[in-house]
């Protein structure tokens, strides 16, 4: 695996004759939920690059840009051992040249969820995305569905400007006890480490209900997440949804045949996590 630092020097790798490159986006910090990525990539794609950029633009001014885990060497043993050919760590001035003065805004599927609480946060992953993109020139781009709402807004940006690149979406790779991987995990104490499975269960248990009634209205589910969540002292709550997969809006009533987005974000002291399920189109059941 080659590690490299300059959209220069990444162009001089891009294989020869690769005839699909796959990228892995990443913040570094790397977990089993990244590496699922990277080993789907492998199994797709002649050659897979990852980038490990901590992008200071998709952090609001109060959020946790300085302290955001860092481990290159770490990282670079991960990747190299789940079969990465190329590991893009670019520096900040590789990203954002002196003279960058463009933005790439999603409008509508940005305005709800973490769009709504943290203003500027997909401005800055689309805009990032669309400069991953560009300099690498993947066939397909891999993301978690640990981040939903990313994903709609990443196949959005791709559908409305004709972008040639194929958007995989992979599931969610959990702990043991439910809880989904996320870098932000290691700034939990072990008191809030061991109340954390609780997100998990709250989202199983509003999908348990969904499959009990299929059509049936969406805010009991949101209570249900709301009442489970609360169980827990140390978890605070920041919001509750039940929305359509596709557009995010909230949703009245269910519709099976649609099926819904059920996520939630929530404050474990200083560590904010998000999480979600779906309920899957037809008879419900989440994954
Ligand atoms: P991040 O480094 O947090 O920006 O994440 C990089 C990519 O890994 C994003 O596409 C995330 O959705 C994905 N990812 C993060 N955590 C997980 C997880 N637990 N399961 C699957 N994908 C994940």
């Not at 490299?4 to 892995?24: F, Q």
């Not at 770490?74 to 760590?89: K, M, N, Q």
């Not at 979406?169 to 499975?197: H, I």
């Not at 989202?203 to 949101?222: F, I, S, W």
Request: aromatic share 4%; with cysteine; net charge negative.
């Amino acid at each position: 695996m080659e590690l490299v630092r300059t959209r220069a020097e990444l162009a001089g790798l891009r294989a020869v004759g690769a005839t699909t490159v796959g990228l892995v986006p990443t913040m570094g910090a790397l977990h089993e939920g990244h590496l699922s990525l990277v080993r789907r990539a492998r199994a797709e794609c002649d050659q897979v690059i990852v980038s490990v950029f901590v992008n200071p633009a998709q952090f609001g001014p109060e959020e946790d840009f300085a302290a955001y885990p860092r481990d290159l060497p770490g990282d670079a043993e991960l990747l190299a051992a789940a079969g990465a050919d190329v590991l893009w760590a670019p520096t900040e001035s590789d990203i954002y040249p002196p003279g960058f003065a463009t933005h790439v805004v999603v409008d509508t599927v940005t305005d709800v969820l973490e769009g709504a609480r943290r203003p500027g946060h997909f401005a800055g992953v689309t805009t990032v995305v669309a400069v991953l993109f560009g300099v690498t020139r993947p066939t397909r781009a891999y993301f978690g569905q640990k981040d939903a709402q990313q994903t709609v807004v990443i196949r959005r940006m791709v559908d409305d400007l004709a972008l040639p690149v194929q958007v995989v979406v992979c599931p969610t790779v959990r702990e043991a006890d439910g809880l989904a991987m996320s870098s932000r995990n290691a700034y939990l104490t072990p008191e809030e480490r061991a109340a954390a499975p609780v997100l998990h269960r709250a989202l199983l248990a509003a999908v348990q209900a969904a499959g009990a009634d299929p059509a049936g209205d969406a805010e009991p589910l949101r209570q249900l997440v709301r009442r489970t969540v609360a169980t827990e002292p140390l978890v605070e709550l920041d919001y509750a949804s039940v929305a359509d997969p596709g557009s995010l809006v909230e949703l009245t009533t269910l519709d099976p045949a649609r099926g819904a987005l059920v996520s939630l974000a929530a404050r474990l002291g200083h560590t904010r996590l998000i999480d979600n399920v779906l309920v899957e189109p037809g008879p419900g059941s989440g994954r």
